[in-house]
Structures are given as C-alpha cells and as structure tokens.
C-alpha cells in the first residue's frame, strides 16, 4: 500500500521503517524546513529497544547511547528508596538506552532515507488535513499541494492537525500544576556511569542520567537532567514550547538536594543552555481512526513524562500498526491497530497522572524526614516493589520468565 505519515519524529519514522519492512510504500512529510537534532534526553524502554533491535539498530544504539543499569529512586537527602534493574543482566531481553532525543531521531531518519530513498522524508510540508472516500485518502498541505495515499498515518506530535480534524470538540491541554526545566552538560560521570535517578517527590523532583555512549568512552558523561517544580497558577498550553530558555530561578528549589555522588546545585549552574517547559498531556481519545486515517505516538496518546515512557510506546505503535496492516490491509488493520493499543496507551496516560512508578518518592517523602533517617526502618521491600512490578505491567515492558 502507499502510506503517507504525518511528522518526521521519533513514531513517525519508526512506524515508517516498520512499515517499509512489511513491503509499504512509505511517504513521510515534515512541517520543519531544516530538521534539527533538538531536544536533550529521553529513554528507550526494554520492550520498544526490541523494536528497534529488530530494525537492525542495536550496534548503532549501543554505539551512540548508554545501557541503563538501573532507575535509582531517592530522598532528597540521598536516601536509596528503590533501585529498579532495567538492564538484560536483570532479566529484560533487551536493554533500555538513554539517548538524546536528537541523536535517536537523526539515527531513524538517517535510516530511512538508506534504506528507501533521500526523497522519503519531504521537508517544509506542513500537513493541513484530509478528506478520504472507498478507494483512498488525499493529504492536503498548508501550502495548497496534495498527496494521494491509500492509509494516513498522523504522528505530527502534540499540536497535531490529523487529531485536530477527527476531534474538532476536543478540549483544551490538560495541566497538572509542574514546570520542568531541562539541559544537559558534559563533565565527569557520577555512580557507575549507567545509572539513572530520580529524586525528591511529586512537588519539587530531580530526574538525572548521562545519554552518550561517545562521552562514557572519553571518561566524561553528558548528563542530561529535568528538574521539575510544582506551582498552584496553571499555564496555558499555547506556552508550551519545548525549546523556549529557561529562567534559573528555580535551582533555589534544588539547593538542600543532597547526593553523595554528584552535586545537583553545581550541575544546575555549569549547564549553558536551559529550556522549560510545563507538564502537559491530553485527556484519552474514545478513538483515534476513522477509515483510512489514525493516529501515532504524541498525536494519539501524549503524556506526562512519568516512567520515561513516551517515545517508548511511539515506537511499539509503529511496530504494532506494521503487524496489524500485514494481517489485515487496509482500514481494517488500523482498527486492529487502535484495538491493541488505545487501551494499553490510555492506561498508561492515566497512570502517569497518579505518578506511575514515581509515587515511591511520595511514599518516602511522607516518613523520611531527615539524613538520620533509615529507609528500611520506615518502607518494606515488597511495598516499593509492588509501585513498581504494577508499572512494568501498564507500560508493557516485563522481564523474561526464568
């Protein structure tokens, strides 16, 4: 079939190499003239990194990322509350990777356009909307130019104009109350270099992990860090713009957080480039296809960064949507397609509200109130591990069975 894909992204390029795999015609357009690595970091999980092993990009990903050894969750006194493996030593059949976002992106599109031409990616194409009938769809453009295709595929992120069109009433963004600022900066590695932590609790919260293989070989770690703080007034989703510069009022929130293997204060005011954003998503659709059209990664499910899930479960719809259309071509894979994933997505955009695995800080936020005191005395085992066996479930992301 000829599919069209709306966005150059993360999902909109991976569902384009899964797709192309399965013998598809593959076409994807991106609003943005010059596509740019931007972004800082994010995390591939166990079960989307076996997606992307199974596209054939496991070396380039171990070349490029670092193998997560585990999650840290802690106090922000430094307390270890919980520490979740996510490495295959563990028992994962794939690893998860932090990456940077851009790296991963340029890797995907660097891909597809090798695999099945320089012209599959078009640049400076804005997808305005469509109209369909039995035989097809016709993708039209902001500038006036249309595109015939068979299916429609909208991964154009969390603005998309394809959702815009199937749900015209949809309500405003939702927002939670949380800024976040992020950066990145080179210097040296902190605990063994693989691990990721993520400390403090659902008010003022610390995430922080190194996101480049190349760095970890010179004896440095790029260390990309959130920082997140709580607020009562809301923003209006019109401000969210992930590369907006960020003010630095907010490393005030972060000068008692105090980590035994890195300086938290220190990395704030050494990082040149600070951008802030709020902690958004949308409520879950009721659906997301109509006949020849459905939605994609951030387009169908944006969530709130919790569990470091949501280029993880872009890049299972692209594999998902892939297996649907070679068992049933057409407008009926994607309903298979939507059957297997709304669920699974909405769950996890729900959970994510309830702090997914994130809700052990706030467990030990509650009892922990102070360096003197002992975790072990105030949280049993089985009470951190039940938070974070019940995440693995939604997310989809489970170990092998031993």
Not at 77 to 94: C, K, M, N, T, W
Not at 146 to 151: E, Q
Not at 384 to 391: I, K, M, N, P, T
Request: with cysteine.
């Amino acid at each position: 079939m000829k599919i069209a894909i709306a966005g150059a992204g993360i999902g909109g390029l991976a569902a384009a190499l899964c797709l192309h795999e399965k013998g598809h015609a593959v076409q994807v357009f991106e609003a943005v003239e010059t596509l740019q690595p931007l972004g800082v970091g994010i995390n591939v999980m166990p079960h989307a990194a076996g997606v992307l092993h199974g596209l054939g990009l496991g070396e380039a990903l171990d070349e490029m990322a670092i193998r997560t050894r585990a999650i840290e969750y802690r106090t922000r006194f430094g307390h270890l509350i919980q520490s979740d493996p996510r490495s295959v030593e563990a028992g994962f059949e794939y690893p998860q990777y932090s990456i940077h976002r851009g790296e991963l992106q340029f890797l995907l599109l660097d891909t597809v356009r090798a695999r099945f031409g320089q012209e599959a990616v078009t640049t400076g194409k804005a997808v305005a909307g469509f109209t369909q009938h039995d035989a097809g769809v016709r993708v039209t453009f902001a500038d006036g130019a249309v595109h015939d295709a068979d299916l429609l595929i909208g991964a154009d992120g969390f603005r998309s104009k394809i959702r815009q069109q199937l749900h015209p009433d949809e309500g405003p963004a939702h927002y939670e109350g949380t800024m976040m600022w992020r950066g990145a900066n080179l210097q040296a590695p902190f605990a063994d270099g693989r691990t990721m932590f993520i400390a403090g609790d659902h008010d003022v919260k610390f995430v922080c992990y190194p996101i480049s293989g190349r760095a970890a070989r010179d004896g440095k770690a790029l260390i990309n860090w959130v920082a997140e703080v709580r607020h009562d007034q809301p923003r209006a989703a019109e401000e969210a713009d992930w590369t907006r510069e960020g003010d630095r009022d907010f490393i005030a929130e972060f000068q008692e957080f105090r980590m035994q293997d890195i300086d938290i204060p220190a990395l704030l005011r050494n990082t040149q480039r600070i951008t802030q954003y709020p902690m958004i998503d949308r409520d879950p659709l009721p659906w997301w296809t109509q006949g020849r059209v459905t939605l994609l990664g951030d387009a169908a499910h944006p969530m709130y960064p919790m569990g470091a899930n949501g280029a993880s479960q872009a890049i299972v719809d692209a594999r998902t949507l892939a297996d649907a259309l070679a068992a049933q071509p057409g407008p009926e894979g994607l309903l298979a397609y939507e059957t297997l994933r709304r669920p699974v997505t909405t769950n996890v955009v729900l959970n994510n509200r309830k702090s997914g695995p994130e809700r052990v800080l706030d467990i030990a936020a509650a009892r922990v109130k102070g360096p003197e005191d002992r975790i072990e005395d105030l949280i049993t085992a089985e009470e951190l591990e039940e938070v974070a066996a019940s995440y693995r479930q939604i997310a989809g992301f489970l170990k092998k069975a031993v």
